[in-house]
Structures are given as structure tokens and as C-alpha cells.
């Protein structure tokens, strides 16, 4: 079965960009998705289709999407950031979430 | 606006069957390219999904699971039924709801609150 790969953690100071990676094969031929998850909550989608906001959701969240590897990124990361991030995507007609990537920040 | 709801047992016995119900409102199960999915989470650890239903009745699997699951939608009642045999220590988490539209690329939102359940005899 098809399997996503992020980085367990992933630490940036206030203001900084975070970079949030999520490797599959041929990631490239798939559209990614990201949620936030914050303690005790839900998920929320903060990035679809790799690099499209949903209403309300801060322009400083961006997605791209090339080669084997989507990436999230956070500009000027702020402290209400801080939360657990999945990609997602399809393969072989069902979804396949990523292990996820709890990012602090410090 | 759309809400989801997650509800049904919070504790379930090792063996059992687990029926778990998501009653939905803002939008119809009848509308076309609608569905519903519903994902789990054990504590501290990732998303993976359970299944899902679209307004058609196609439904979609996870693959480590989809010989424990069974999805059926009830649209009179706007319900989303997941039903999950012999169920394990293992299955202890939360389990959400989320609507989904068939699209390219198609993704969750919004999701339910989540409920929680524990296997424990």
C-alpha cells in the first residue's frame, strides 16, 4: 500500500518560516492535502489540491507539490501554529493519510 | 452551515461489534458528489481512514480495515452508519466524521468533534 512519510517534529522560532514535508512516490502525480490539528481538536484543511487556502485560513499557510515530496509552509510562524500537521492524498482509489509532524514553536 | 455529529458507545468489550452513527445538517446525501467519511485516531498517533460514502452509494475503504467495516448512509435521516466486527485493544481512539466532495484530489472538511472509544473488557 502507498505510504506517505513526514518528519516526526519540526521546531521554528516565532516569525521564522516552518517547513512541513510530506515523501510519497511520485508524489508529484497526486494532489496533497494538509490539516492542523491542535490539542483535543479536529482536524482542519489549511491547504488543498497542494497549494490552495480554504477560507479563513491565514495567507502565511502555503503547499507546493514536486517530485516525490509535498511541502507545507508556514511564513512568519506564530505561537497559535503550533499543532499537528497530516498530509493526505489519494492512491488506488482511497485515502492515505501521513504519520504526521507535531510542530513546536519554540 | 455544516456540522457533523459522531455518536454511539463509548466502551466496547473485546470481540464486539462497534455501530457508530454520524448525524449531519447543511447539506444532503442525496446531492451529487457529496459523501462522507469517517476516520480514526488512536491516542497520539495518525489519521487513517475507516471509509466512506458518496451520494451514489460508492464506497471507498481503507485497505488494513475493510474486511472489519461496513459503511451504509441512511439519507432520510441524514446518517452515516460505520459498523466495525471484533473489535480490539488496538481499535481504542477517536473516531471522526467529515464530509467529503468528489473532486480531484478530494479532501475532508468539515469534520465532526470525534468520539471516543475504548476496547477494554
Known amino acids: 500500500s502507498y505510504e506517505l512519510t513526514q518528519p516526526p517534529s519540526v521546531s521554528v522560532s516565532p516569525g521564522q518560516t516552518a517547513t512541513i514535508t510530506c515523501s510519497g512516490d511520485?508524489?508529484?502525480?497526486?494532489?496533497a492535502s494538509w490539516y492542523q490539528q491542535k490539542p483535543g481538536q479536529s482536524p482542519v484543511v489549511v491547504i488543498y489540491q497542494d497549494n490552495k487556502r480554504p477560507s479563513g485560513i491565514p495567507e502565511r499557510f502555503s503547499g507546493s507539490n514536486s517530485g516525490n515530496t509535498a511541502t507545507l509552509t508556514i511564513s512568519g510562524t506564530q505561537a497559535m501554529d503550533e499543532a499537528d500537521y497530516f498530509c493526505q492524498v489519494w492512491d488506488s482509489s482511497t485515502v492515505v493519510f501521513g504519520g504526521g509532524s507535531k510542530l513546536t514553536v519554540l | 452551515q455544516i456540522t457533523l455529529k459522531e455518536s454511539g458507545p463509548t466502551l466496547v468489550k473485546p470481540t464486539q461489534t462497534l455501530t457508530l452513527t454520524c448525524t449531519f445538517s447543511?447539506?444532503?446525501?442525496?446531492?451529487?458528489?457529496?459523501?462522507v467519511g469517517w476516520i480514526r485516531q488512536p491516542p497520539g498517533k495518525a489519521l487513517e481512514l475507516l471509509a466512506l460514502?458518496?451520494?451514489?452509494?460508492?464506497?471507498r475503504y481503507g485497505p488494513s480495515l475493510m474486511r472489519r467495516v461496513t459503511i451504509t448512509k441512511d439519507t432520510s435521516k441524514n446518517q452515516v452508519v460505520l459498523r466495525m466486527t471484533n473489535m480490539d485493544p488496538a481499535d481504542t481512539g477517536t473516531y471522526y466524521c467529515a464530509q467529503i466532495r468528489a473532486m480531484p484530489g478530494s479532501w475532508f472538511a468539515p469534520w465532526g468533534q470525534g468520539t471516543l472509544v475504548t476496547v477494554s473488557s
Open positions: 460514502i458518496y451520494w451514489d452509494d460508492d464506497k
Open positions: 511520485k508524489m508529484r502525480d497526486k494532489f
Open positions: 447543511g447539506f444532503s446525501l442525496t446531492t451529487s458528489g457529496v459523501g
